[in-house]
Structure formats: C-alpha cells, structure tokens
C-alpha cells in the first residue's frame, strides 16, 4: 500500500506541470468546497491539484470525487489541529504513550523536551482518520504537505538552538534526541546549504560516539543526490522495474566497506527490505 502511495503521487507531480494554475480545485457544482480551498495557502492548493490528479487516475465519478474531497478536508484539518495541539504542548494519552513521547517525559533538559515534542508534532499519524484505500492514497500529498509545514518551523527551531549547545550529543542527551535531531536536518531538502554545513559539523561527533554513523551517512547520500552527484554509501534510490535500486554511487564495488564502515547492512540486505510491488 505505502508503496503505490508514492508511486501515485510520484505520477501526479509529474503531470501536474502541464495543468493551468487557473484549473478548479473541485466540480463547480460543489461552491462550498471550492470557496473552502480558495481560502487556502498557495502550497495546499497545489496539494489538492495533485489530489485531484490522483482521483482522476482513480476513475472516480464526480460525484463520488465530490464527497472524497470532503472526507479529506476534514482529515487534513484534524491531522493540522493535532500537530498544533502538540506544539502547544496538549498531549492526547495515545501521544505519551508513544515512543517520542515517553522521551519527551523523560528528556534531560528544556532542549531535549522541546526537540521531542516538535518530533512528536512531525512523525504524528492517525490512521483511523480516512478508512478507504483510495482515499488514504489521495491524502498522501496533504499528509507530506502537513508535515512540511511542521518541518519548516523545526528547522528554524533547530538553527536557534544549535550555537548554544553545539549538537545533541549523545553522551549529553542521548542517543534519541540525536536521531531526532538527525531527523529535522534530514528532512530540510529545502535548505541544502544548511544540510551540507550539518555534514561538516556532525562528522567528528561521528568519529567521537555522540552522532549514530548510519544516520550520518544517509545524510550524506541525500546531500549528494539532491545535488546531482554520486553517493558514497546507497543508502538513496528508487523503486524501478519491480526493484529497488540505488542511485549513482561513487565506486559501487566497493560500497559495503564503506556501508560496514558506518554500522550499515550490505546493499543487497538493504535491498530486499523494500517491497516494490
């Protein structure tokens, strides 16, 4: 399922170039949701574009497109109120109960307490929100759309705290506030330059224990593919032919020394955990 998810909204975004910026976001028929998205931020509009592409590709009837559009309003402002509950530090007993929240209560300091809490905020997920298959494969660009908002506010976060404390270090914090440091700085695709200055930063913290080299390393691969070189360790590819497969790598037979070198599996491991059916 999660698969044809992101193949889905892959083939939306590649077809959604060619349509007018001026098109319907829902049936004419259907005011009250139009004048619903038209109050909406440019981003999400784009979002329900896409949505739109993958209900077409559904096959659904414009009817029934009508009613899912609806169902998904509502899903998209329950997922937003949460995440805005969460930030403001109103927790459900579900949400302590889950791994960043346990750290959350547990955590060190102020820092690490806000670090979880916003982690919290971006890795929250209700699955009970949308029960149909199709309509949980239309929500995926307002699901990514939900947590990209709540990443652009972690990172601006992060960057705030970071010259005070240098790193979440794990000999300081522990190792789950390094990863879910790891994890902010690995989802500012929007700032490359920022990624790239974190590699230099966090590479003798590898060297020293207090930064995990695995996740290292996939920050390192995803620096280089979105800047259009070959990675060092294959953590990075794509689903292809009914297989996952890495993208350039920098001398590809020698990949797992250097993936053992970094506590990672061999490629051909990493390989067979993808399903791309």
Aim: aromatic fraction near 8%; glycine fraction near 4%.
């Amino acid at each position: 399922m999660r698969r044809r998810v992101w193949l889905l909204l892959i083939l939306s975004i590649v077809l959604i170039g060619p349509l007018n910026a001026q098109a319907p976001l829902a049936d004419d028929t259907d005011i009250q949701t139009l004048q619903d998205l038209n109050r909406r931020s440019p981003s999400e509009a784009r979002a329900w574009r896409i949505v739109d592409m993958i209900q077409i590709r559904q096959a659904m009837s414009r009817t029934e497109r009508r009613h899912a559009r609806t169902r998904l309003l509502i899903a998209f402002d329950k997922l937003s109120h949460a995440q805005r509950r969460v930030l403001s530090g109103d927790f459900t007993a579900a949400m302590l109960n889950s791994r960043w929240g346990q750290a959350m209560v547990t955590a060190p300091s102020a820092e690490a307490q806000a670090l979880f809490r916003r982690t919290l905020a971006d890795q929250y997920d209700d699955a009970s929100l949308l029960t149909s298959e199709a309509d949980r494969a239309a929500f995926a660009p307002l699901f990514l759309l939900a947590k990209a908002q709540i990443g652009r506010d972690n990172v601006l976060w992060l960057k705030s705290v970071l010259p005070r404390i240098g790193w979440f270090d794990i000999t300081t914090y522990g190792a789950d506030a390094s990863m879910a440091a790891w994890l902010i700085v690995q989802h500012a695709d929007f700032d490359p330059q920022w990624q790239a200055e974190m590699i230099e930063r966090l590479r003798p913290r590898v060297a020293r224990g207090d930064m995990q080299p695995s996740y290292f390393a996939y920050l390192v691969d995803r620096v280089a593919v979105n800047g259009h070189r070959p990675q060092d360790y294959g953590t990075q590819g794509r689903c292809a032919n009914g297989a996952w497969q890495p993208y350039p790598m920098i001398e590809a037979e020698r990949v797992d020394e250097r993936r053992a070198t970094m506590g990672l599996e061999p490629l051909e491991a990493y390989r067979a955990r993808f399903n791309c059916n």
